[in-house]
């Protein structure tokens, strides 16, 4: 069979809607580019019009906003519906929890070897905030002690931290750079030159959540521990987006949110603790003996939760691993340079980020001089029916923040780079 006609054949089975049939053909079609480099596969359009196929896509509209939310692929759709329609014909509650469990434990158990951790320091939360806020709260501040993150932190982020600011005199030190950073070196010297004897943690984005920059969390993480200061890391932009592992990166809290990248639904996220911090961390909610170091699950102890949606994750790793994490990276990275290659140039376009690898991966703020970011987006939506996500301000740019997903064609960022060059050459029609 001529690849062309196979892979019609793999969308023709995921339009049938078999639950298997979406991973089977996009693993099959993987079979055939066995042994291709990720980046020759990320050019590949014929393979990536079959993961496409997984999707319900509005075709009315562009989706650029993969850095917010994400259709799920349909696989993942159908499971929380089926998972959703078996709990509700359970007999009660507890029956649904008991029932379901053990799926949520292989769910914890596969996240874990995707963070490269252990299963024990993985909880399930319902998204990066979560995490986040048990971490800001569970810290032990005096007066004049200080946290240290950037200068533009996630605005829920800032607010917790605040909190801390009113409650107990804390003070929240930001860490500035260029933008777009000239090196990560830059970064990691902009961090450690804030470090004082008061730090006793630091905030930091994988994947800053505005600018789109590949932070050097490793190397600032070092730096903490060598003094002595907790680390946490904000993964929203992160996982399911580019590799990811804890181990690595040498942080002592993890959180991020599923329903971004990974695809899972809205309402899942995950949060890693360090193990030998478990018994130190206090949850967000009262439980019996919070101080016991074997309750990594002390945080998801939040009352009743919808319980499938949770379960519905490991339908999206099953995605996710069949596509294959480093190929899906590198599909992301392809579809990102596409667009900036086209645009660089323009004399009035601005990007947030540096488009190499080592700075970026799918997503970047774009930012046409004159023209502010809320008429920006409202006029790629209304104009263009191109949805991004704005205004956004990554220093001294305010603009647009770009995010295109597995699901996103090069003929769906022609229309793109062809409305942002319109609008930077004939700027937005204003009302009279």
């Not at 789109?212 to 903490?224: L, N, R, W």
């Not at 329903?259 to 899942?268: D, I, R």
């Not at 970026?360 to 970011?373: F, K, M, R």
Request: aromatic share 8%; glycine share 8%; with cysteine.
């Amino acid at each position: 069979m001529e690849r062309r006609d196979f892979l019609a054949g793999g969308g023709a089975l995921v339009t049938a809607g078999s639950l298997a049939s979406v991973v089977a053909s996009i693993a099959e079609a993987s079979a055939q580019i066995r042994g291709r480099s990720d980046e020759d596969v990320a050019r590949d359009e014929d393979y990536w019009l079959a993961v496409r196929q997984a999707y319900n896509v509005d075709a009315r509209y562009i989706l650029l906003n993969a850095g917010g939310s994400n259709p799920c692929p349909r696989t993942v759709h159908e499971t929380r519906q089926r998972l959703t329609d078996f709990v509700n014909a359970s007999p009660n509650i507890n029956t649904n929890r008991s029932d379901i469990y053990p799926t949520i434990r292989t769910v914890k158990r596969r996240l874990a070897q995707h963070l490269g951790c252990d299963v024990a320091e993985v909880a399930l939360t319902r998204n990066t905030t979560e995490g986040l806020s048990i971490f800001i709260a569970s810290l032990e501040l005096q007066p004049g002690d200080e946290i240290l993150c950037s200068n533009e932190e996630y605005h829920v982020t800032e607010a917790a931290m605040r909190l801390r600011e009113r409650r107990d005199g804390a003070r929240i030190v930001r860490v500035g750079w260029s933008t777009p950073a000239r090196s990560k070196q830059e970064i990691v010297e902009a961090f450690r030159a804030d470090f004082t004897d008061r730090t006793k943690a630091v905030i930091m984005c994988q994947v800053h959540h505005v600018g789109g920059q590949i932070m050097p969390v490793a190397e600032i993480c070092a730096e903490a521990r060598r003094r002595g200061v907790v680390s946490c890391v904000d993964g929203a932009l992160g996982f399911g987006h580019i590799l990811t592992n804890v181990r690595e990166m040498g942080c002592d809290y993890y959180a991020s949110s599923l329903h971004k990248y990974l695809s899972a639904p809205l309402g899942t996220g995950v949060f890693y603790v360090r193990q030998p911090l478990i018994a130190s961390t206090w949850p967000l909610y009262g439980i019996d003996d919070p101080e016991n170091e074997d309750k990594i699950w002390k945080f998801e102890a939040v009352g009743t939760r919808p319980m499938a949606d949770f379960a519905a994750v490991a339908s999206a790793i099953d995605f996710y691993e069949a596509v294959g994490p480093s190929r899906k990276q590198a599909r992301l990275h392809y579809l990102k340079r596409y667009w900036m290659d086209r645009l660089r140039g323009e004399p009035k376009v601005r990007f947030s980020v540096s488009p190499e690898p080592e700075h970026s991966c799918a997503t970047v703020i774009v930012a046409v001089d004159g023209v502010g970011g809320r008429e920006l987006n409202q006029h790629l939506a209304e104009a263009h029916r191109v949805w991004c996500y704005g205004p956004v301000k990554a220093g001294p740019y305010e603009g647009v923040y770009v995010a295109p997903n597995l699901f996103t064609r090069p003929a769906d960022l022609d229309v793109f780079v062809a409305a942002i060059r319109q609008t930077a050459r004939e700027g937005v029609a204003r009302p009279a």
